[in-house]
């Protein structure tokens, strides 16, 4: 997305390994956007971008124009997280197919593909994680001149911002976790269940609205005979180049939970699990696409998810969770791929307690979207206990981030202007994104 408003744009050198600052440095890409009031109010607006992998310079270039009431105001902060962007981004290769190995030779092969991958990357694997990250957020505030700053993390990105709180607390005024999970909760492990949940609201929200029932009145009923048939892989014929294709649940799964992620393309699920239930596979395909698996994947990403205690994926307890999910198969097979990978990685850099929730007192706004498959308000239930200054608003989106969306920008405007969330009326959450969910009928 294209910047609608200019940025002044630079780079801090930061130690790569923080316990020896005399050894190496890499560049952290910083943008400030200035406030549009001079001068601006003392404390910042801190973006930290999702993944984790984005980089926040090139994901939030729109921020500004959709946060206006704080771009009015507060001067905007977008950093690339070490690892991306800018930012010594390092990529490692696809992965190799170990279909039909033994355990052994597909294990010898990952082996083998880490230690080639490990020494060709320009950079120490060890040091690319969360909390080194929260370090270098905290530098970019002080090299900045900033006493104390707002936080927005969405996704991963206020997964991150939890790190620095529990390293940095202190130099916190607020904070906003769009579409986020506390990191005490293991998010993957719950995908499956959660994933399932999302979309029998869809469907429910389906069943309640006219026009979608009168198109497709026994939806519930086509999905679960949809279930059945592609638990044996089926095979698609493309009329126009002849070509096949072997479609399978893990197949069906990706693609229906990844559509569940935006307002946009899960309005498409019901017309596409009709026209699939109606044998009209390619149709349905080209409605909620195919994600493409394997390519190569950035280094921070497999660090962070292979050490960090948030992303923790152990396939007992994902078997566990999603036991009634239409999303365990998939969901599983991903927990065991990871689990063989992350056995040949080096252990990054994490703190003691690394699974310890964020106990503060500093003023926390959670929003979340009802429908959201990966992070839904389910994830937030201890919440009050751990941070009692904090407020949840659940908005009615089937929609994962949703601080772009109906009243929230001026909302969250609100809470971070006035410090708090003291008689902050969050009603508004209530309504929506602004209009309701318009399904796609045909």
């Given amino acids: 997305v294209q910047a609608e408003t200019a940025g002044l744009c630079g780079t801090l050198d930061v130690p790569e390994d923080r316990s020896n600052p005399e050894w190496r440095s890499i560049g952290i890409r910083v943008a400030v956007v200035p406030a549009i009031a001079a001068p601006p109010e003392e404390d910042p607006f801190f973006v930290l971008a999702g993944g984790p992998g984005d980089a926040g310079t090139q994901f939030f270039a729109w921020l500004p124009s959709v946060f206006e009431d704080i771009h009015a105001s507060r001067d905007i902060v977008l950093f690339d997280q070490r690892g991306t962007g800018a930012s010594n981004a390092m990529t490692l290769p696809p992965v190799p197919d170990t279909t039909g190995l033994s355990e052994d030779a597909a294990d010898a092969a990952i082996s083998a593909w880490t230690t080639e991958s490990l020494a060709a990357i320009d950079g120490d694997a060890r040091f690319y994680t969360s909390s080194v990250a929260a370090d270098d957020l905290d530098d970019i505030r002080e090299a900045l001149g900033y006493e104390q700053i707002n936080l927005y993390g969405t996704s991963y990105g206020a997964t991150l911002a939890q790190y620095y709180m529990r390293q940095h607390g202190d130099k916190v005024r607020t904070a906003v976790f769009d ?113 493409t698996p394997g390519g190569e994947t950035l280094l921070m990403s497999d660090m962070i998810l292979c050490s960090e205690d948030w992303a923790r994926f152990n396939p007992t307890e994902v078997t566990k969770s999603g036991a009634d999910s239409y999303a365990l198969t998939k969901n599983l097979a991903d927990a065991q791929a990871r689990e063989v990978m992350c056995r040949h990685m080096p252990q990054g850099v ?73 008689g902050l009326d969050t009603s508004c959450g209530a309504d929506g994104p602004g209009q309701p969910l318009t399904f796609r009928l045909e």
């Fill in 179 to 291: 579409g986020a999970t506390p990191v005490d909760v293991p998010v993957f492990e719950r995908m499956a269940a959660n994933s399932q949940a999302a979309l029998d609201l869809l469907l429910q929200r389906c069943d309640s609205d006219p026009g979608c029932h009168e198109a497709f009145p026994d939806i519930s009923d086509e999905w679960e005979i949809l279930i059945d048939r592609f638990e044996t892989p089926v095979t698609v014929v493309d009329p126009e180049s002849g070509e096949e294709a072997v479609l399978s649940l893990t197949d069906l799964s990706d693609a229906i939970h990844a559509a569940l992620l935006t307002e946009e393309t899960a309005a498409q699920i019901p017309l596409a699990i009709h026209l699939a239930y109606q044998e009209k596979y390619l149709e349905a395909a080209q409605l909620l696409g195919r994600p």
């Fill in 350 to 422: 994490v703190p003691s307690g690394d699974g310890n929730p964020v106990d503060t007192e500093s003023p926390v706004l959670w929003v979340v979207g009802d429908g959201d498959p990966q992070d839904p308000p389910a994830n937030l239930e201890n919440m009050q206990a751990q941070q009692p200054n904090s407020t949840i608003v659940v908005m009615p989106a089937q929609q994962h981030v949703v601080g772009h969306l109906g009243c929230m920008p001026s909302l969250i405007a609100q809470f971070v202007d006035q410090g708090n969330a003291d």
